[in-house]
T-cell receptor, first 113, second 112 residues
Framework: DAGITQSPRHKVTETGTPVTLRCHQT?????MYWYRQDPGHGLRLIHY???????DKGEVSDGYSVSRSKTEDFLLTLESATSSQTSVYFC????????????FGSGTRLTVV | QQPVQSPQAVILREGEDAVINCSSS?????VHWYRQKHGEAPVFLMI?????EQKGHEKISASFNEKKQQSSLYLTASQLSYSGTYFC?????????????FGKGTKLSVKP
């Protein structure tokens, strides 16, 4: 009954390969987000979505793209993975940004070697 | 525009109180507070909207000073379960400004 799941939970990939992370929600929330978390930086917004096919960039979007073809799925793609993209990636959902908090997924630990 | 949290870390004994501050140089629309335990996802604690309201959650409460663009999180009579890293997330308005920008976090350790 998590409401939000991320896959995979762990991934090791080689530099230069494309990687796609998936976020799936069962809450029918409008807003979905991708954050990365690195020591000393906290959580930084990569991309967000405010509806099906409606997405926009966050503060650290270079090297990433997203797609949302269905309300429940938000995909994050690293077009050509680099070592600087080694991080923990969190997806979050929100019903309404003004009055509700975010619910985070369990995270994906990505290592680029 | 990342909010600044202070202190960066704090160590408490069970039963002691703590205050964590979150400051912004830009006018705030709302402030969120989250707690993250090691290896887990952040968990939402509370949201405060501009207007200076104070909210409570168990023995954890928070305030929002709109004039100072600052929010404070109060943890009273701390328990071992309060250990973790606390993040504030600030929101500056509608549209793209409505996304949360998180501080770097405050690591709280509660010792027996």
């Amino acid at each position: 009954d998590a409401g939000i799941t991320q896959s995979p939970r762990h991934k090791v990939t080689e530099t230069g390969t494309p990687v796609t992370l998936r976020c799936h929600q069962t809450e029918n929330h409008r807003y979905m987000y991708w954050y990365r978390q690195d020591p000393g930086h906290g959580l930084r917004l990569i991309h967000y979505s405010y509806g099906v096919k409606d997405t926009d960039k966050g503060e650290v979007s270079d090297g990433y793209s997203v797609s949302r073809s269905k309300t429940e799925d938000f995909l994050l793609t690293l077009e050509s993975a680099t070592s600087s993209q080694t991080s923990v990636y969190f997806c979050a959902i929100s019903r309404d940004r003004a009055n509700y908090g975010y619910t985070f997924g369990s995270g994906t630990r990505l290592t680029v070697v | 525009q990342q909010p600044v949290q202070s202190p960066q870390a704090v160590i408490l004994r069970e039963g002691e109180d703590a205050v964590i501050n979150c400051s912004s140089s830009k006018a705030l629309y709302s402030v969120h507070w989250y707690r993250q335990k090691h290896g887990e996802a952040p968990v939402f604690l509370m949201i405060l909207l501009k207007g200076g309201e104070q909210k409570g959650h168990e023995k954890i409460s928070a305030s929002f000073n709109e004039k100072k663009q600052q929010s404070s999180l109060y943890l009273t009579a701390s328990q071992l379960s309060y250990s973790g890293t606390y993040f504030c997330g600030t929101e500056y308005g509608g549209g793209s400004q409505g996304n949360l920008i998180f501080g770097k976090g405050t690591k709280l350790s509660v010792k027996p």
